[in-house]
């Protein structure tokens, strides 16, 4: 089993950066792809950013690329979001996700944290 806790979420203006965190515990994870979902009030689930856990090779939703950075810290286990030049679309709950290949489809996801919320004030 693969547990994922998210964390640094908030409220930040337009403009503004947030950093997100994901710190995964269970079996290792070099195996392993993890993503960044999000989800808003009345929309389905989209995929933000994904990264090989082992090679490191990342993937971006195209609303994010360029302004998102998707990165891992293999010796704390944990894989980061750095956000910048923040909009109020971007407002949303953050998921973490954990897979057992690269992929940026929702549904190939296997383990999920509960998820953080980001709001982008106008």
């Known amino acids: 089993q693969v547990q994922l806790v998210e964390s640094g979420g908030g409220l930040v203006q337009a403009g503004g950066s947030l950093r997100l965190s994901c710190a995964a515990s269970?079996?290792?994870?070099?195996?392993?792809?993890m993503g960044w979902f999000r989800q808003a009030p009345g929309k389905e689930r989209e995929f933000v950013a994904r990264?090989?856990?082992?090679?490191?090779?990342?993937d971006y939703g195209d609303s994010v690329k360029g302004r998102f950075t998707i990165s891992r810290d293999k010796a704390k286990n944990t894989m980061y979001l750095q956000m910048n030049s923040l909009k109020p679309e971007d407002t949303a709950i953050y998921y973490c996700?954990?897979?057992?290949?690269?992929?940026?489809?929702?549904?190939?996801?296997?383990?999920w944290g509960k998820g953080t919320q980001v709001s982008v004030s106008a």
């Open positions: 996700a954990a897979a057992n290949f690269a992929t940026t489809k929702r549904d190939e996801y296997a383990y």
């Open positions: 269970g079996r290792t994870f070099s195996a392993y792809a």
């Open positions: 990264i090989r856990w082992s090679g490191g090779s990342t």
